[in-house]
């Protein structure tokens, strides 16, 4: 278990962060879960060992350095933080709320458009796809 430790150990040191029991303990929950969890889910399977601030200031210090990825007020783990080239989405289903990533590699190919289009220049791209998964169909 937590065998995102070292790697996240790695990033954290580089930008002279500690590694709390904090962090230890959201990772260890993060690591258990494939679907999002709210900071207030995370206090509540922690049974309260951690006050929602500090769970939100842990998220957002795993989430600079790419650990986990946060959508509508929910975090997950990076299934693959070495990853950079491609765009990380999730496939969440609305009945079971799992939620699969996947890395699209379609980044380029629209950025190269919208700049040709529109002289716009891309730097992020909000998506979610939700749907039904393979075990709810
Ligand atoms: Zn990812
Ligand atoms: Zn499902």
């Known amino acids: 278990m937590n065998q995102n430790l070292a790697p996240v150990e ?14 230890r303990e959201v990772l260890r929950i993060l690591e ?4 999002f969890l709210s900071a207030h889910e995370i206090e509540k399977i922690l049974d309260h060992s951690l006050d929602v601030t500090t769970i939100y ?3 957002e210090k795993l989430q600079e350095v ?29 009945n079971c709320g799992s939620a699969e990533e996947i890395f699209l590699d379609y980044h380029e190919a ?3 458009q919208l700049a040709r289009e529109k002289q716009f220049l ?16």
Do not use: Y
């Open 66 to 94: 790419r650990f986990v990825h946060e959508f509508q007020g929910k975090w997950r783990l990076c299934s693959d933080c070495h990853n950079q080239t491609e765009s990380h989405h999730f496939l969440i289903c609305e």
């Open 57 to 59: 200031r842990v998220l």
């Open 10 to 23: 790695a990033a954290f040191s580089a930008r002279r962060w500690r590694v709390t029991l904090g962090v």
């Open 32 to 35: 258990t879960h494939d679907h």
């Open 110 to 112: 629209i950025s190269d």
């Open 122 to 137: 891309l730097k992020k791209v909000h998506l979610g796809f939700l749907g039904t998964c393979r075990n709810c169909r």
